[in-house]
């Protein structure tokens, strides 16, 4: 009988065994990439070490639309089968240790991206996805991880960027391998590489890793506002995971037109340029909660990654709400209950326009993943206690550090924790709900003074003016008044008459509360004569946005005023889009009688910035502008093809929508046609496919 139990408990072993561990299993990588920038070509190799843990027929490693010039498995040249997708070696493993290398050169047209030329090019990958195949074979299936040491060889002069820590760098006459490497496995789509020139600052965090922060030397005065917070809230992070920081390094580095807020490659997060801010930027827009939550993916995601696409939101959600944990740590208790309702309110306005808005769903939105995400766990901390929330997650990162997780298996954790929770009702009545339980939520954080007053604001806005006047002047009045509930207070002002409104607006002037000052500037659409002097000093505001919006009101309603005002801001750039310049560039060549004798300087500087050598967003600045001189300006059409082949899909789709629009008039239709055989291939095929289809 014991002997029965023995080999019973054995065969169980056995097969727990076989279940957790892959047939076939990759361990290690070894990158050699460079570049043939002229022809835009990777040409790389790679080297896999393998595991073999149980007899299989087959290995397949992803590689997209590459040109293979060579193959070694095991130091021999085998047989392989490519379709352009995957190259698959059929003849049968044994169990044992295998190395395989692929030389290959590509052309990727997505996950790698070349940005600007000459001393201002960039060149950095996306990999998010099943996209990192297209620069390097892989894997898209995010379930295999795998320790990734790279070494990519550039022209000297750039920095060059990858995962983990610098392990030397060598220079052969005017090109410079840099060489990377990892301590611990990671998923395909969480390689990177940049390249650029940056200049680097470093800090220290409280555990001893080094934070890397890049920027550019022309953004160099920058970097303080755009770096604020960041050792704060990477310190926070690791106390409140109750996790050490997985990795040897971290580091953010902004790219010029990626196509999204930020990127959590592992060890090195990219982020969008546009969060590049000066001391007058940063009142606007900041990377702070961009930042937080690239940070906290180091955690959910590069560590523990999800096990298929119904658990996604293990990643997006848990990064959206450690990311306002790390800001409730930075701006307090109120700011963080006011941005979950910003979240309730998006949800909710999700729900309603979407059919399938559930948590754990293959098919969610990002609104669905990101925010009611986090709203999922926001709720199950106040449910279970904070404490036992932070035990649970502290668990989870331990049992699950480098592997992937299932939403089960978090629950499970839970359970583990906190026994007595209804986890079934928890799964069922939230992370399955298609809708949000926005009464429920709203009951969490409706007694918060911040949204007990802005609610409380709120509830007035259908009474009537004079009934409402004295306590919200009270109210706007009061220093202690919250800034957002002052902007709903301003807000209520919309269509009631100068001469009723008028103390609000002399309060509002003489506030110096940016955010509500700049809600004033939006609500007033048309500037009152007797207040056109005190709307003036708007201009000299620390806001780009609020500049932007008085230039353009001052401009538009102000006729006599206009070569003043022009003269005033002659100087404004804005944002790194150039905001502010390229609408004065506009209203410059749409003034009479202004600088006549530099019109054509003016126009040939504003053209310029629609131009490819610019971001997408400078360049949407830019035609937009010319169209409001002259909506038919042939000078923009060029550029409207050009985007076509842009890798940012906002821009894409802003020129495709142009060229529909235009060509709706035969002249149009027929221009774009007659540029078709002048075109470069890419822009050629891209045209001539959309001229076929409208």
């Keep these: 009988m014991k002997q029965t139990i023995l080999a019973i408990s054995l065969l169980i072993s056995l097969n727990i065994w076989s279940q957790t561990k892959p047939k076939v299993d990759f361990t290690t990588a070894n990158a050699s990439i460079k570049f043939d920038i002229a022809e835009h070509m990777v040409v790389g ?31 021999q040249t085998p047989k392989y089968h490519y379709d352009k997708k995957q190259i698959a070696f059929t003849q049968g493993f044994k169990e044992g240790e295998n190395t395989v290398t692929i030389s290959y050169k590509t052309n990727p047209k997505q996950a790698l991206y070349y940005v600007g030329s000459g001393t201002d090019l960039q060149i950095w990958t996306q990999g998010q996805g099943k996209y990192t ?63 650029g020139k940056f200049e680097k600052k470093t800090e220290k965090s409280a555990s001893g890793i080094t934070i890397e922060n890049y920027i550019r030397p022309v953004d160099a005065t920058k970097y303080t506002t755009t770096y604020q917070h960041t050792k704060k809230m990477f310190d926070f992070l690791e106390t409140q995971t109750g996790f050490s920081y997985p ?23 990219i982020f969008n340029s546009d969060y590049v801010v000066d001391n007058i930027g940063v009142n606007d827009r900041d990377y702070v909660n961009v930042n937080a939550h690239e940070m906290a993916h180091q955690w959910f995601g590069n560590l523990v990654t999800a096990k298929s696409n119904k658990d996604h939101w293990l990643q997006e959600g848990f990064a959206t709400y450690y990311a306002l944990l790390a800001e409730r740590e930075v701006y307090g208790v109120d700011d963080f209950y006011w941005k979950l309702y ?64 299932s939403t089960q298996d ?59 006047k004295d306590q919200l002047l009270k109210l ?24 009723q409104a008028k103390e609000f607006y002399q309060t509002v002037v003489q506030s110096n509360d940016l955010k509500v000052r700049q809600a ?79 019109k054509a300087h003016l126009y040939s500087e504003l053209e310029n910035f629609a131009y490819n050598k610019y971001n997408s967003n400078i360049r949407t600045n830019a035609i937009n502008a010319l169209w409001y001189l002259n909506k038919y300006d042939s000078n923009t059409l060029p550029h409207l093809v050009n985007a076509l082949v842009h890798h940012n899909s906002r821009f894409q789709k802003f020129g495709r929508d142009a060229i529909v629009r235009l060509s709706e008039k035969k002249e149009f239709k027929d221009h774009f046609k007659k540029l078709i055989p002048y075109l470069p291939q890419d822009e050629h095929d891209a045209l001539k496919k959309l001229m076929e289809e409208i």
């Design 45 to 75: 190799d790679v080297t896999y070490q393998f595991t073999v843990n149980e007899a299989t027929d087959s290995i397949k490693i992803d590689a997209k639309n590459m040109m293979i010039q060579g193959v070694k498995l095991n130091g």
């Design 133 to 195: 195949s297209h620069w390097l074979p892989s894997f898209d299936d995010y379930n295999e991880k795998v320790i990734f040491n790279t070494k990519i060889s550039f022209e000297t002069g750039y920095d060059v960027i990858s995962n983990g820590t610098l392990d030397g760098k060598t220079v052969s006459g005017k090109q410079t391998t840099w060489s990377y490497k990892m301590s611990k496995p990671m998923s395909s789509y969480l390689i990177m590489m940049a390249i």
């Design 247 to 269: 990795w040897q390094i971290y580091r953010n580095i902004p790219v010029e037109d990626f196509m999204y807020g930020g990127m959590e490659n592992t060890t090195s997060t």
């Design 342 to 405: 910003e979240m309730a309110e998006l949800i909710t306005k999700d729900a309603k326009e979407n059919k399938n808005t559930a948590v754990y769903s293959e098919k969610a939105t990002t609104t669905t993943y990101y925010q009611k995400g986090a709203w999922m766990l926001f709720y199950l901390s106040s449910q279970i206690g904070e404490a036992n929330f932070n035990t649970v997650v502290k668990n989870y990162l331990n049992k699950y550090a480098f592997k992937n997780a």
């Design 410 to 468: 978090f629950l499970n954790e839970v359970t583990a924790v906190v026994p007595n929770f209804n986890v079934s009702n928890y799964k069922q009545n939230w992370l399955e709900n298609k809708g949000f339980n926005t009464k429920d939520a709203l009951f969490l954080i409706e007694n918060s003074p911040l949204v007990k007053s802005y609610f409380e604001v709120l509830s007035l806005q259908e009474k009537g003016f004079e009934v409402k």
């Design 476 to 499: 706007l009045k009061d220093p202690n008044t919250f800034t957002d509930t002052k902007r709903e207070i301003v807000f209520q002002l919309h269509n009631v008459p100068y001469d």
């Design 520 to 598: 004033l500037v939006q609500v007033v659409s048309e500037i009152p004569t007797d207040f056109m002097e005190d709307y003036k000093k708007f201009l000299n505001d620390n806001s780009y946005i609020t500049r932007e919006i008085v230039l353009k009101n001052l401009w538009l309603q102000n006729e006599t005023g206009r070569a003043e005002l022009l003269d005033k801001t002659a100087t404004w750039k804005g944002f790194n889009d150039y905001n502010l310049r390229i609408t004065w560039l506009m209203f410059a060549l749409a003034t009479e009688n202004y600088k006549n004798d530099k």
